[in-house]
């Protein structure tokens, strides 16, 4: 069995996978408002009566594009965070170590630095399209905040200017440090960008972890995850059976945590190694596992 793709990630696409097409289609319809193509529904006459349509779109599209910023940083420390929580995609103990410190658990801009420092992402489009995203979404919703993009990222932005425009439709990424630096609200071609590359930058962050992942301790964490996170009768539900069904019961609970049934030799035997437990030995390993 093999692991493309984390669960972490499908969970992180999952969330903002269609954001650029969920917000266009507000942007669509709000424009409709403006061009008086759209007719408000009964239900809303009472509470929904501005006295300036236009006004009132155009502020519902600068909320519109910075929720969609809002969600995405929050998504990307779901995301972030997820991978310090069991069962483990960051296994090196010193960076787990600074993920657990009161400060970079707590900031989503501080887990990404680290993140993109210790696996070597620094000087990437995609990190500096992220760096962008949380300053700008920060300037945006907290009031007072000055939030300036690291040296690198800028350094990135100028040498790619070209590329940039190639890439992300044409983006202007000079305009954009303007707009940015000026605190205003991003066009939707800033934030269809700022997805993309968010998008890009987890797809990297989590081949890098899988590329070191130990998957025998990774394995573990799952099935003991699945043994004592649950209904109490699962350990029964497994081990009481034949060697036959335990190894079936443990692929497929590896296939719930994103494993495919692509052969690889490392997994395939720790799952045969699990199935050939005596109902004793399983329950003393993994309640050792679990207490650790």
């Given at each position: 069995?093999?692991?493309?793709?984390?669960?972490?990630?499908?969970?992180?696409?999952?969330?903002?996978?269609?954001?650029?097409?969920?917000?266009?289609?507000?942007?669509?319809?709000?424009?409709?408002?403006?061009?008086?193509?759209?007719?408000?529904?009964?239900?809303?006459?009472?509470?929904?009566?501005?006295?300036?349509k236009?006004?009132?779109?155009?502020?519902?599209?600068?909320?519109?594009?910075k929720?969609?910023?809002?969600?995405?940083?929050?998504?990307?420390?779901?995301?972030?965070?997820?991978?310090?929580t069991?069962?483990?995609?960051?296994?090196?103990?010193?960076?787990?170590?600074?993920?657990?410190d009161?400060?970079?658990?707590?900031?989503?801009?501080?887990?990404?630095?680290?993140?993109?420092?210790?696996?070597?992402?620094?000087?990437?489009?995609?990190?500096?399209?992220?760096?962008?995203?949380?300053?700008?979404?920060?300037r945006?919703?907290?009031?007072?905040?000055?939030?300036?993009?690291?040296k690198?990222?800028?350094?990135?932005?100028?040498?790619?200017?070209?590329?940039?425009?190639?890439?992300?439709?044409?983006?202007?990424?000079?305009?954009?440090?303007?707009?940015f630096?000026n605190?205003?609200?991003?066009?939707?071609?800033?934030?269809?960008?700022?997805?993309?590359?968010?998008?890009?930058?987890?797809?990297?962050?989590?081949?890098?972890?899988?590329?070191?992942?130990?998957?025998?301790?990774?394995?573990?964490?799952?099935?003991?995850?699945?043994?004592?996170?649950?209904?109490?009768?699962?350990?029964?539900?497994?081990?009481?059976?034949?060697?036959?069904?335990?190894?079936?019961?443990?692929?497929?609970?590896?296939?719930?945590?994103?494993?495919?049934?692509?052969?690889?030799?490392?997994?395939?035997?720790?799952?045969?190694?699990?199935?050939?437990?005596?109902?004793?030995?399983?329950?003393?390993?993994?309640?050792?596992?679990?207490?650790?």
């Amino acid at each position: 069995m093999k692991l493309k793709a984390s669960r972490n990630l499908k969970l992180f696409k999952m969330d903002v996978g269609q954001s650029n097409h969920m917000l266009i289609t507000i942007l669509v319809g709000l424009d409709g408002i403006i061009d008086g193509k759209v007719n408000v529904k009964e239900e809303f006459h009472t509470s929904w009566n501005p006295r300036s349509k236009t006004d009132s779109a155009e502020r519902s599209k600068a909320f519109a594009k910075k929720s969609t910023l809002s969600w995405l940083v929050d998504s990307l420390d779901s995301y972030l965070s997820s991978c310090n929580t069991s069962p483990f995609l960051i296994q090196n103990i010193e960076l787990k170590k600074k993920f657990d410190d009161v400060k970079n658990g707590r900031s989503v801009y501080n887990k990404y630095k680290l993140m993109s420092l210790e696996k070597g992402m620094i000087g990437s489009i995609n990190t500096a399209f992220v760096d962008l995203l949380v300053c700008w979404r920060n300037r945006l919703v907290h009031n007072g905040a000055e939030n300036e993009l690291l040296k690198s990222s800028i350094d990135v932005f100028n040498r790619n200017i070209e590329e940039i425009f190639d890439n992300f439709n044409g983006l202007d990424i000079e305009r954009t440090l303007i707009s940015f630096k000026n605190s205003r609200v991003p066009t939707f071609k800033e934030v269809a960008s700022m997805v993309r590359a968010t998008l890009n930058y987890v797809y990297d962050v989590d081949c890098k972890l899988l590329s070191t992942l130990n998957y025998i301790e990774y394995v573990n964490e799952i099935v003991s995850n699945y043994l004592f996170q649950g209904d109490s009768n699962r350990f029964d539900a497994i081990f009481s059976k034949t060697n036959e069904v335990k190894l079936k019961k443990i692929r497929q609970i590896l296939q719930n945590n994103g494993f495919d049934n692509t052969n690889d030799a490392v997994v395939d035997t720790r799952c045969n190694e699990i199935a050939s437990f005596s109902y004793k030995d399983a329950k003393q390993f993994f309640q050792r596992n679990e207490n650790r």
